[in-house]
């Protein structure tokens, strides 16, 4: 049986790192998830009038199939159950075990090198400047039919930030020893040839 292999993706909102963590995971060959779609499915069953803590303990495998989990709307009361303890607690064994599956995981999120798997062999933390990371977000959302303008998604891309950064539990941050890659000025092949190269250096050794 493989041993497990983890690599942990964290960065604020539209850095994007879950581009980045798909493509690292096939290249790989390992399994992947996006942390981000549990604190969003929690969200998403808060916005129905469900209690977040409730709604993360009872959890399933479907809540992540929902369709309308990349709205700005679900994406901020995402962001507000993330600083519930309890809810953190509840989706924390989940993660983990995800991690250290046979064969290896690759998961991106806020605080996967931080606080989820602290000792991943591979953290990297991915990065971008606010207004380059608005600028992202607001085509993925035109792209998808939302009636949006830059300075609103500026505004909410900072405000998740700041509620991020400044939370008491699991505050977004790089590992003291993650490979940080600020893909401001990089185009999506380069971001990712980057990431590969830093996994492929930590496989090595």
């Known amino acids: ?18 581009t980045i963590s798909k493509a690292v995971a096939a290249h790989f060959d390992l399994a992947h998830l996006d942390t981000g779609l549990l604190y969003r499915a929690v969200g998403a069953r808060m916005l129905q009038g469900e209690d977040p803590i409730a709604a993360a303990q009872n959890l399933v495998a479907g809540d992540l199939e929902n369709t309308d989990l990349r709205t700005a709307a679900v994406a901020q009361a995402a962001s507000k159950v993330a ?3 309890e809810v953190r607690a509840a989706l924390l064994d989940f993660q983990r075990a995800f991690a250290r599956r046979s064969g290896g995981a690759v998961l991106d999120g806020r605080d996967i090198g931080t606080v989820i798997c602290p000792q991943a062999e591979v953290k990297l933390f991915v990065t971008a400047s606010a207004e380059v990371r608005a600028q992202r977000r607001l085509a993925e959302l035109v792209a998808n039919g ?6 609103t998604v500026l505004s909410d891309v900072k405000t998740r930030d700041d509620r991020d ?25 380069a971001a990712i040839a980057a990431a590969i190269e830093a996994v492929s250096a930590r496989k090595a050794t």
């Not at 590992?175 to 990089?186: C, F, G, K, P, R």
């Open 165 to 189: 950064m400044t939370r008491a539990d699991a505050p977004l941050r790089p590992a003291e020893d993650a490979v940080v890659i600020d893909t401001s000025e990089l185009d999506v092949q």
């Open 146 to 151: 939302f009636d949006t303008d830059f300075d």
């Open 1 to 18: 049986m493989m041993s497990p292999f983890t690599v942990a993706i964290d960065g604020p909102a539209a850095a994007g790192k879950g």
């Open 83 to 85: 600083v519930i303890p």
